[in-house]
């Protein structure tokens, strides 16, 4: 008699990070990472600047490739060849399916100063995805229309404050359909009134059940948003839980010393 393998219950793994391990020469920034992003979860990465944050969040993607462990979206390991800090990706064709299945929005805007904002948002469907064009553009401006800047869809980017750059750089990360959208630090560069646009545009999104990893220095924020808040500490998790544990109930001395210095920054 064979027993079936018992089914898992709950939402499901999509990112996945093991034991992750990175170095820059001498400094290593992660001393051993692991969490889970299960699906429809946000998950909030908070620290001291150099605490490895987003070096953390640009693992996940592979824009660093991590000196040990691994990384699992949707449970396929991305292959990795080599060790150490010559660690390299393994397979380009499974990195750049992996990456289409990525949502990424910078401090930057990364936008193409040439190309009209609708242009922006539809270039990687129509390049990489290799979808219709009159699909694309239809979905393009409905992202448009849902971070609330669809009457700049033929302007440039030279012509958009600095949120309304952002909120069409979500506008193309969310255009590619991505199973996960990752935030590094998305209202850094901005001015209190436009971060608090681009803030509005991410709780939508969390709102409909999307799947986030942020990196963010509003603690306000982090705490309305996040299932999960992750403080990281020297390259290492030095607590983890939901918002309520981490800013209601906070154990470590670390944490609170961060939070005190944060609410009186």
């Known amino acids: 008699m064979t027993h079936a393998e018992p089914v898992p219950s709950g939402p499901l793994p999509v990112v996945e990070l093991r034991d992750l391990h990175k170095s820059f020469g001498a400094l290593e920034v992660l001393k051993g990472i692991s969490f889970t992003a299960r699906e429809g979860q946000v ?21 660093e490739v991590p000196d040990r462990g691994d990384v699992l979206i949707d449970g396929e390991a991305i292959a990795l ?6 660690r390299r990706v393994g397979d380009e064709n499974q990195i750049r399916r992996i990456r289409s299945e990525l949502g990424m929005v910078f401090q930057s805007f990364n936008l193409w100063a ?26 393009a401006r409905a992202m448009l229309d849902k971070v609330g800047i669809g009457a700049k869809a033929d302007a440039y980017p030279a012509q958009l404050s600095g949120g309304q750059q952002q909120r069409a750089a979500i506008a193309r990360a969310l255009c ?38 942020l990196v963010t220095h509003d603690m306000e924020f982090a705490r309305s948003v996040s299932d999960q808040v992750i403080f990281l500490h020297q390259g290492l998790i030095e607590e983890q839980g939901t918002p309520d544990e981490i800013f209601g109930a906070t154990r470590s001395a670390r944490l609170k010393q961060f939070l005190n210095a944060a609410n009186h920054g």
């Open 114 to 139: 040439h190309m009209t904002i609708l242009e922006n948002v539809m270039e990687a469907p129509l390049i990489v995805q290799k979808r219709a064009r009159a699909e694309v553009e239809a979905e």
């Open 81 to 86: 060849t080599g060790e150490g800090q010559r």
């Open 176 to 213: 590619i359909n991505p199973r996960v959208m990752l935030f590094d630090e998305p209202t850094s560069a901005l001015d209190p009134e436009l971060e608090v646009e681009v803030l509005r545009v991410i709780k939508l999104l969390a709102d409909e059940g999307r799947t986030m990893v």
């Open 43 to 63: 998950i909030s990465l908070i620290g001291s600047s150099g605490s490895g944050k987003s070096t953390l969040l640009r693992c996940i993607n592979m824009l």
